[in-house]
């Protein structure tokens, strides 16, 4: 495995791949990595030739409120674990290379980065459109790979590959999650034993309204209350909505289409947020 720091290192060792046909997938993190990391770098190796993750705290996806002196950084632990997974080059800029001095261009995303997250994280997924795409053009992969526990930004990430013509797949894998049911996020360590055994809570409560959904119930609030009635014992639910999948707006009852329930909630001072989604059987699987 090969560890690069520069956008000039990296061009160079991944032109020199590309001559030999090779297809590359790049799998975008901010490090502190675990199963749902290996998730996608699995993806990317099963998919790709040449796999790059990229590690890198992204400074203008974070408010000035938010964590970012103190997300989770391990860059031993990360390293050992990509060499452990098969990646081939792990790209670990600093902020300098990723924002030059004057740094003034950023990546605007429309009405997908307004809902949810975006209501609440004012300029997040600008930060993160503007990241993603600097990425794309410092990897210039075939392939990306994105978790499917951040749903926003995978819709944000997908609209903004075909609005800007950038010619590469993006890929959605599923969500992976402790045994238990909780969301594997980096964010998970903040919580106290205590705090961990509360935020089952979120998961329970989609779980609640997936079985439901899975029986039969396509009414969009009575969905929407099953879950809430679970996330009750979060220190405070930030928001709760079932939305379009495509479009990201609420959905409307009953539910005739892709949609997906999406929560974020506050246990103690640790923000967490988690998806399931309601895929609804196409004319195809009904003739079936
Ligand atoms: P992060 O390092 O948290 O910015 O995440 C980097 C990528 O990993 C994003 O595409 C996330 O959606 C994805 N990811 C994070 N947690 C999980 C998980 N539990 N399962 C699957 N993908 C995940």
New binding site residues.
Partial sequence: MEIITTAADLRYAIARERINGKRVGL??????L?D??A??IEASRLECDLTVVSIFVNPTQFGPTEDLSIYPRDFLRDEKLCRGAGVDVLFAPDTEEVYPAQFQTFVEPGDLASPLCGAFRPGHFRGVATVVSKLFNMVQPDVA??????FQ?CAVVRRMAIDLNLPIKIVT?????EPDGL????RNRYLSDEERRRALAISAGLFAAEAEFRSGERNVEKLVAIAKRQLETVDRLQYLELVDSDTLKSAESPLIRPAALCAAAYIGATRLIDNVTFALPTQQDKRL
Wanted: aromatic share 12%.
């Fill in positions: 799998v975008p993190t901010m490090g502190y675990h749902g990391h998730a996608l790979f994105f978790g499917q526990k951040d930004q894998v599923p969500t992976i999650r969301a594997m996020s980096s």
